[in-house]
């Protein structure tokens, strides 16, 4: 019996060395993988197979490099049949969500995301700062710890007991001694580039909107459930609206798995490298989830058609 599903796809952070060995083998990806090249100056294909790890971590590398990887399952997941009641993506993974539900091409949908990295590579720079993982407290009580300190801020509600806070280096610094007196089981510092989802990306924020500004957005063919604002719509002008507020707002994604199962979704289909968003649905009550990446393409079809 067929299970109604969402297609969900990772953002930064499930990069890694070998992320494009197990992709599907699409023309139109080696042609999109050759444009992003000419686009970040990168050599992005060596990146992805050969590393080193820095130059993976680099913000201009691994988003492009993401979205190649998730828009690349999504799409051969969809040509398999699959036929979700929505879409969804963690931070960068919306621009994947949103490319798959026709709201842009994946070729405009790629220089959106180059702009963004970009932008994001040079307020990371310009402000530096870091993220944590606080294990063992929820959103509320997070939020609740942060909210006196300078400097740091909710920057992700992944999961029922998984919170990610961003900031300032002293921010955190100050952050992690009041988030462990809360009662966070453990803190785990993310290697990332810089602060994202914070007020310290707004400049860059404020310049990626004029980019929005003249792109078209079409009517999503999938309702999209943003970060922003967890809930589905298929308005471009709403889909716009909430993607130039997610660089500096918090990802709400245990919202948006509540959404996604309110739709009737039963299972959530991880289409990209890894399965981080399989681990947080699986926190969910009454969600089951698969990787495809992990499980694979014959298992993921069979487990939903």
Known sequence: MARTHALVFPGQGSQRVGMLDRLPGLDSLDRLLDAAEGLSGLELATIA????????????????????????????????????????????????????????????????????????AQAATEAPGAMAAVLGLDGSLVAESVAHLSGVWVANDNAPGQVIVSGTHAGLESAIAALHEAGARRIVTLDVAGAFHSPLMAEAAERFARTLEAAHFAPAAIPVVPNSDPTATTDPDVLKTRLAAQMVEPVRWTETMATLADLGAEVLVEAGPGSVLKGLARRVEGLDAYAVEDSGLELVVEVVL
């Open 49 to 120: 197979s050969q590393g080193p790890d820095d130059a993976l971590r680099d913000t201009r590398a691994a988003q492009p490099l993401l979205y190649l990887a998730d828009w690349a399952w999504g799409a051969t997941l969809l040509a398999a049949g699959l036929e979700p009641v929505a879409l969804a993506g963690h931070s960068l993974g919306e621009y994947a969500a949103l490319a798959l539900a026709g709201v842009f091409s994946p070729e405009a949908g790629l220089e959106l995301v180059i702009e963004r990295s970009r932008l994001m």
